[in-house]
């Protein structure tokens, strides 16, 4: 019995913590301090060139989220992680307008084989792996006319008692983004 008990009070003083955290991460976090010209994003151009489709995940909020002076209604927004002015931010497009600029509460790397363990498999028949076979072949030959394929990415969200944390997976990085479940 004095085992569980203390399992139990270990387990309410990390949950504690975890919640300290992220006050502490949420308070951190400054808002973008200007607008972007025309609500463009900068390095759409690169983008474009780069990739045939938007290498960027399609995010589907079905709640409002609140994040200091910002309130974002449910809908679907493409999440773009940028550095801007030497800080990383995560901008919501819509339309291919910029509608908000967040600050990243933390940035860490993603751990290895993360994708493999989470993403699901696409089951292809026997003739698409075939053709998929000759025109990766095609593909190595003249390089000029591959375009490169997107980096992997993810979206989990997790609801605290507090917050709504949006942990975004893309390519090596995992960003951590913090959004009130009320406003102030």
Same mark, same amino acid.
């Given at each position: %019995?004095? #085992?569980?008990?203390?399992?139990?009070?270990?387990?309410?003083?990390?949950?504690a913590?975890?919640?300290?955290?992220?006050?502490?991460?949420?308070? @951190?976090?400054?808002?973008?301090?200007?607008?972007?010209?025309?609500?463009?994003?900068?390095?759409?151009?690169?983008?474009?060139?780069?990739?045939? &489709?938007?290498?960027?995940?399609?995010?589907?909020?079905? =709640?409002t989220?609140?994040?200091?002076?910002?309130?974002?209604? @449910?809908? $679907?927004y493409?999440?773009?992680?940028?550095?801007? #002015?030497?800080?990383? $931010?995560?901008?919501?497009?819509?339309?291919?307008?910029?509608?908000?600029?967040?600050?990243? @509460?933390?940035?860490?790397? =993603?751990?290895?084989?993360?994708?493999?363990?989470?993403?699901?498999?696409?089951?292809?028949?026997?003739m698409?792996?075939?053709?998929?076979?000759?025109? #990766?072949?095609?593909?190595?030959?003249?390089?000029?006319? %591959?375009? %490169?394929?997107?980096? *992997?990415?993810?979206?989990?969200?997790?609801?605290?008692? #507090? &917050?709504?944390?949006?942990?975004?997976? &893309?390519?090596?990085? *995992?960003? =951590?983004?913090?959004?009130r479940?009320?406003? $102030?």
């Open positions: %019995m004095k #085992k569980l008990l203390i399992i139990i009070f270990i387990l309410f003083l990390s949950s913590v975890y919640a300290e955290d992220y006050d502490a991460l949420y308070n @951190a976090a400054e808002p973008f301090g200007s607008k972007l010209y025309n609500d463009i994003d900068p390095f759409e151009d690169e983008d474009a060139i780069k990739y045939a &489709y938007s290498p960027y995940p399609l995010f589907r909020t079905s =709640t989220l609140y994040f200091k002076d910002y309130t974002i209604d @449910a809908g $679907y493409s999440l773009v992680p940028r550095k801007l #002015k030497g800080e990383y $931010y995560v901008l919501f497009k819509q339309g291919g307008k910029v509608k908000f600029i967040i600050p990243i @509460a933390k940035k860490e790397a =993603t751990p290895l084989n993360f994708y493999n363990a989470n993403l699901p498999k696409i089951k292809q028949t026997k698409q792996k075939a053709a998929g076979a000759i025109r #990766k072949k095609f593909y190595n030959i003249s390089k000029d006319s %591959m375009k %490169m394929e997107p980096p *992997k990415s993810l979206i989990h969200v997790d609801v605290e008692v #507090k &917050y709504i944390i949006i942990i975004f997976y &893309y390519g090596e990085d *995992k960003f =951590t983004l913090l959004f479940r009320t406003p $102030y």
